[in-house]
């Protein structure tokens, strides 16, 4: 099956860090651009980061550049974002979403999401 | 950064009514717009690509069209299924932005 399974959101203090994972299955994940999208409770959605097949190309949106670093394992079909430095204004649900094949970045699987949580 | 402005915020509509939605860029974007339906509490999901190619598995009542800044989705017929959130999302140029949503409900 097709699937992204998002995991490691939970409840973190302002200042403080997190790490994000994101399991793929279902589809030959190095050849494809992962991507994380946030959605703050009650708001849209907002693209937050992305990262090349090879992982050799990371993008940032300005709201989290040079506090977040994404990543990817693809023996192991997986991504990572590394939270650092949160805010208040960083809670939210987390979507891993992928990208479609080419070079048009729209996405065409999501996962569940996982929520985080920034909060004293 | 593209800012992009979604008309209405929320509508009610019933069942076989025939709903648009508006998206409009605050430039010209080329037909780099794709479409997501949200339901409560579940992930986005992909309905149109390139302004106006349905993505596999999605009904044809659902379709876009649109040049330059202004777009539509319109879907033909509602279906009960078809209550949930829109949103417009521009990969022109990066950062990729979206729309604030529109929320369609039942009336």
């Known amino acids: 099956e097709v699937q992204l399974l998002e995991s490691g959101g939970g409840l973190e203090q302002p200042g403080g860090s997190l790490r994000l994972s994101c399991a793929a299955s279902?589809?030959?994940?190095?050849?494809?651009?992962m991507n994380w999208v946030r959605q703050a409770p009650g708001k849209g959605l907002e693209w937050v980061s992305g990262?090349?097949?090879?992982?050799?190309?990371?993008y940032y949106a300005d709201s989290v550049k040079g506090r977040f670093t994404i990543s990817r394992d693809n023996s192991k079909n997986t991504q990572h974002l590394q939270m650092n430095s949160l805010r208040a204004e960083d809670t939210a649900v987390y979507y891993c979403?992928?990208?479609?094949?080419?070079?048009?970045?729209?996405?065409?699987?999501w996962g569940r999401g996982t929520l985080v949580t920034v909060s004293s | 950064d593209i800012q992009m402005t979604q008309s209405p915020s929320s509508l009610s509509a019933s069942v076989g009514d025939r709903v648009t939605i508006t998206c409009r860029a605050s430039?010209?974007?080329?037909?780099?717009l794709a479409w997501y339906q949200q339901k409560a509490g579940k992930a986005p999901k992909l309905l149109l690509y390139?302004?106006?190619r349905l993505e596999s598995g999605v009904p044809s009542r659902f379709s876009g069209s649109g040049s330059g800044t202004d777009y539509t989705l319109t879907i033909s017929s509602l279906q009960p299924e078809d209550f949930a959130t829109y949103y417009c999302?521009?990969?022109?140029?990066?950062?990729?932005?979206f729309g604030q949503g529109t929320k369609v409900e039942i009336k």
């Open positions: 979403a992928k990208k479609t094949r080419g070079t048009n970045w729209y996405f065409d699987l």
């Open positions: 279902g589809f030959s994940f190095s050849s494809y651009a």
């Open positions: 990262i090349s097949g090879s992982g050799g190309s990371t």
């Open positions: 430039q010209g974007i080329s037909n780099s």
């Open positions: 390139g302004a106006s």
């Open positions: 999302q521009q990969y022109y140029s990066t950062p990729w932005t």
